[in-house]
């Protein structure tokens, strides 16, 4: 049981490219999510999705675009890349909504922008 | 809109009694979750509070009063494990998700 997996784990990008933050989970939770944490800021919410094919935006979601084609599969897409986006991004999922019990995270992908 | 405040910075002695406080301000209440991030790591779950009163599991232990939006996590017995970063987290308002405060950094000193 692997839980969530993201890759890759360290990324260095420059500005304007794009890329991709996979992220996987084998639990069948429907509920998952992407945070970006920055130092002193806490964790803040991207972009979130209840089920297969239903996503939704968070606190912080410009600059970003998710899919969810498959419940086990969520990935981040980074458009654009820019030096404010440097920052180490956790894939999450739960079995409930609402805010209620557990979130199980990722290891991080660690992002950096030039 | 959500607020969170926690204490930034704890510092306590291996062996002694830690109390990391949370306020909130937020709509539509479900419950206060804490959870714990050792450096470079990712937040690992700790506990949540649905209703009011005291929630215990093991060395830790969180508490909850609805009607001074207010909890905290203590932890007992401290260990030099237990340095890390600590999140009170409430539900999102408008999504399906957690609203995460700032973080306590907890140091554990000999």
């Known amino acids: 049981n692997a839980g969530v997996t993201q890759t890759p784990k360290f990324q260095v990008l420059k500005t304007g490219q794009s890329m991709t933050l996979q992220c996987a989970q084998d639990m069948n939770h429907e509920y998952m999510s992407w945070y970006r944490q920055d130092p002193g800021m806490g964790l803040r919410l991207i972009h979130y999705?209840?089920?297969?094919?239903?996503?939704d935006q968070g606190e912080v979601p410009n600059g970003y675009n998710v899919s969810r084609s498959t419940t086990e599969d969520f990935p981040l897409r980074l458009l654009s890349a820019a030096p404010s986006q440097t920052s180490v991004y956790f894939c999450?999922?739960?079995?409930?909504?609402?805010?209620?019990?557990?979130?199980?995270f990722g290891e991080g992908s660690r992002l950096t922008v030039l | 809109g959500q607020s969170l405040e926690q204490p930034s910075e704890v510092t306590a002695v291996e062996g002694a009694i830690v109390q990391i406080n949370c306020t909130y301000q937020t709509s539509g209440f479900y419950g206060l979750s804490w959870y714990q991030q050792h450096d470079g790591g990712a937040p690992t779950f700790l506990s949540y509070?649905?209703?009011?009163g005291l929630e215990e599991t093991g060395r830790f232990s969180s508490f909850l009063s609805r009607s001074d939006s207010y909890g905290y996590l203590l932890l007992q017995e401290l260990q030099m494990k237990d340095s890390a970063s600590y999140f009170c987290?409430?539900?999102?308002?408008?999504?399906?998700?957690?609203?995460f405060g700032t973080g306590t950094r907890l140091t554990v000193i000999p």
């Open positions: 999450a999922s739960s079995y409930s909504g609402q805010g209620i019990g557990e979130l199980f």
């Open positions: 999705s209840v089920g297969a094919g239903i996503t």
């Open positions: 509070n649905g209703l009011d």
């Open positions: 987290a409430v539900p999102q308002t408008g999504a399906n998700n957690l609203f």
